[in-house]
């Protein structure tokens, strides 16, 4: 069986928080709202654009405007990878699976064309095999269709799902890997409380992926 693994994007792959948390802020600040801490900002990624926005807003007894939402995606976009870096060790640890035969592929709640633009702009999307974005299918994580369709990107059939691994750092990553049958790893430095982990394997830095994958591979 081929040993597939899925990767969570923002809090696993790229410390990308510094960027959202610009143009959320610069959003807030034009709406004339006070805007957010780096923490604040944590709390808030992993369930897609939308709900950030959503939560921002709500913090602040404003409600929901799609115009908001749009206005904030643009500017993020121009600036995704301004201050967004891979976590220390991710590019080395990349590469590692690569060469022990791993196909790569990103499962994000982001929106796709913004995952790409930062991908790019850190130079990782060149190692990645597929990028299946929050709005590539009609469902995102916590929903295991996500990490189902993104199999499907790189021709695999569902039943895929028994070699493949699912690294991130929200509990919506360990809840879609184990509904779709993928094992899921918990990626310790990344923005999600401990607790998000659920009981799966941890990893406390991406330099540990390669033997931990390595213990969870198919024979
Ligand atoms: O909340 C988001 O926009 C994306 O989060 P994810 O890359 O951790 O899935
Ligand atoms: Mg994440």
């Given at each position: 069986?081929?040993?597939?693994?899925?990767?969570?994007?923002?809090?696993?792959?790229?410390?990308?928080?510094?960027?959202?948390?610009?143009?959320?802020?610069?959003?807030?600040?034009?709406h004339?709202?006070?805007?957010?801490?780096?923490?604040?900002?944590?709390?808030?990624?992993?369930?897609?654009?939308?709900?950030?926005?959503?939560?921002?807003?709500?913090?602040?007894?404003?409600p929901?405007?799609?115009?908001?939402?749009?206005?904030?995606?643009?500017?993020?976009?121009?600036?995704?990878?301004?201050?967004?870096?891979?976590?220390?060790?991710?590019?080395?640890a990349?590469?590692?699976?690569?060469a022990?035969?791993w196909?790569?592929?990103?499962?994000?709640?982001k929106?796709?064309?913004?995952?790409?633009?930062?991908?790019?702009?850190?130079?990782?999307l060149?190692?990645?095999?597929?990028?299946?974005?929050?709005?590539?299918?009609a469902?995102?994580?916590?929903?295991?269709?996500h990490?189902?369709?993104?199999?499907?990107?790189?021709?695999?059939?569902?039943?895929?799902?028994?070699?493949?691994?699912?690294?991130?750092?929200?509990?919506?990553?360990?809840?879609?890997?184990?509904?779709?049958?993928v094992?899921?790893?918990?990626?310790a430095w990344?923005?999600?409380?401990?607790?998000?982990?659920e009981?799966?394997?941890?990893?406390?830095t991406p330099?540990?992926?390669?033997?931990?994958?390595?213990g969870?591979?198919?024979?």
């Open positions: 069986m081929e040993r597939i693994c899925l990767l969570d994007l923002d809090g696993t792959l790229l410390d990308s928080a510094p960027d959202i948390r610009g143009a959320l802020n610069r959003l807030m600040e034009r004339g709202m006070a805007g957010f801490t780096l923490p604040e900002v944590h709390r808030m990624i992993g369930n897609g654009v939308k709900v950030t926005v959503e939560q921002a807003l709500a913090a602040r007894d404003r929901f405007e799609e115009a908001l939402l749009s206005s904030f995606v643009a500017d993020y976009e121009a600036h995704a990878s301004d201050e967004t870096r891979p976590f220390p060790g991710v590019l080395d990349l590469e590692a699976l690569r022990e035969g196909r790569l592929a990103v499962c994000t709640n929106p796709v064309r913004a995952a790409r633009i930062v991908l790019e702009g850190c130079g990782l060149p190692l990645l095999d597929a990028v299946a974005g929050g709005d590539s299918f469902v995102r994580k916590p929903d295991p269709g990490l189902i369709g993104t199999l499907a990107m790189l021709e695999l059939p569902p039943e895929a799902a028994g070699g493949a691994v699912m690294v991130g750092d929200h509990s919506n990553d360990v809840r879609s890997a184990r509904a779709a049958g094992r899921p790893v918990f990626a990344g923005y999600g409380p401990p607790e998000m982990a009981g799966a394997p941890v990893a406390q330099a540990e992926l390669p033997a931990i994958l390595r969870l591979a198919p024979r």
